[in-house]
């Protein structure tokens, strides 16, 4: 049975920085990409940072140079680091594994974490 928790989450006024974990079991982890996507009410969820199993990262426009992913193959984790935040980078942020194309999300979806930026 796959688990995946999200945690980090919260709000923070613009500027300020929060960061996200993903912890996750019962899935490959080490063969596989994970990543981190974000929603907003009445919008797809879209792409926000993406990790291959080798380390190389995809980010979406809006968060290059203030968002790092990162993952550990070993702890089976993975976080997102966001730094100099925006009102419009609240949403609630998922974190996904399974996926063999970074332009494709996997199979695996954590339940979310709300992240709110409120001046």
């Known amino acids: 049975q796959v688990a995946i928790e999200e945690t980090g989450g919260g709000s923070v006024q613009p500027g300020g920085s929060l960061k996200l974990s993903c912890l996750t079991s019962g899935a490959s982890f080490r063969f596989a990409n994970t990543g981190w996507y974000r929603q907003t009410p009445g919008n797809q969820r879209e792409m926000v940072a993406v990790?291959?199993?080798?380390?190389?990262?995809n980010y979406a426009d809006s968060v290059k140079g203030r968002f790092t992913i990162s993952r550990d193959n070993t702890l089976r984790t993975m976080s997102l680091q966001m730094n100099n935040l925006r009102p419009e980078d609240t949403g609630v942020y998922f974190c996904?594994?399974?996926?063999?194309?970074?332009?494709?999300?996997?199979?695996?979806w954590g339940q979310g974490t709300q992240v709110t930026v409120f001046s």
């Open positions: 996904n594994l399974g996926g063999h194309d970074m332009a494709v999300p996997g199979r695996y």
């Open positions: 990790i291959t199993r080798d380390g190389v990262t």
